[in-house]
């Protein structure tokens, strides 16, 4: 099992420009998660996905969309980077309801914008 | 929604010493507390986690204390070494209550062990 996965590692954009990131998970979990890491501040949620073909906001959603392809892959895409966009990118899958809650992080995106 | 605030940011120890981290949170419904261990270049990973129901939760050299009429709980590292060196994270859930789905993180402690 890979586990979570996710592409690129690392990824430099222009101001303004747009691209997707890619996650995928191998271990059939319903529920989905983008969050960004900024130092100081933790982890902060996206957006989440609890089942396929559903979405919800985070706590720091603006600029951000995603979308839920099917229950292994979820993506985010920003359509117009800006450099506060600058951070570190995790997805991450959990088992909806289980009674564990544990949540299994991908090894993360590291996002340039200039 | 819920808010966590964790302390200290930065925990230097000596091998072998204890570390304790602690958070505390706002939402008094909030009643499932994980603790995540990053190491570096990686994604975080669940050490421990505790619910509300519990006062305490132990496995091996790790336990994590709640306490419910204060509003915090720690995370307790014994018999520390090297390789506990990472940032270590609290959460709660965002919206309060009992949520295996969305978090709120703390700002992470980042632990050093001194051989």
């Known amino acids: 099992n890979a586990g979570v996965t996710q592409t690129p590692k690392f990824q430099v954009l222009k101001t303004g420009q747009s691209m997707t990131l890619q996650c995928a998970q191998d271990?059939?979990?319903?529920?989905m998660y983008w969050y960004r890491q900024d130092p100081g501040m933790g982890l902060r949620l996206i957006y989440y996905?609890?089942?396929?073909?559903?979405?919800d906001k985070g706590e720091v959603p603006n600029g951000y969309n995603v979308s839920r392809l099917n229950k292994r892959e979820f993506s985010l895409r920003l359509e117009s980077a800006a450099p506060s966009q600058t951070s570190v990118y995790f997805c991450?899958?959990?088992?909806?309801?289980?009674?564990?809650?544990?949540?299994?992080f991908g090894p993360g995106t590291r996002l340039t914008v200039t | 929604g819920e808010n966590v605030e964790q302390h200290p940011s930065t925990l230097s120890v000596q091998e072998g010493d204890s570390a304790v981290i602690k958070c505390t949170y706002s939402?008094?419904?909030?009643?499932?507390f994980p603790w995540y261990k990053q190491e570096l270049g990686k994604g975080p990973q669940l050490i421990i986690d505790?619910?509300?129901?519990?006062g305490e939760k132990k496995d091996q050299r790790i336990a994590v204390t709640l306490n419910k009429t204060a509003k915090h709980f720690s995370l307790h590292i014994t018999e520390t070494q090297p390789e506990d060196s990472a940032v270590y994270f609290c959460?709660?859930?965002?919206?309060?209550?009992?949520?295996?789905?969305?978090?709120?993180f703390g700002q992470g402690t980042i632990l050093t062990v001194h051989p």
């Open positions: 959460a709660a859930p965002l919206a309060g209550g009992t949520s295996y789905g969305k978090l709120t």
């Open positions: 271990m059939n979990h319903n529920s």
């Open positions: 939402d008094s419904a909030s009643n499932y």
């Open positions: 505790i619910r509300s129901n519990v």
């Open positions: 996905s609890a089942s396929e073909g559903t979405t």
């Open positions: 991450a899958s959990s088992e909806r309801g289980a009674k564990s809650g544990e949540q299994y």
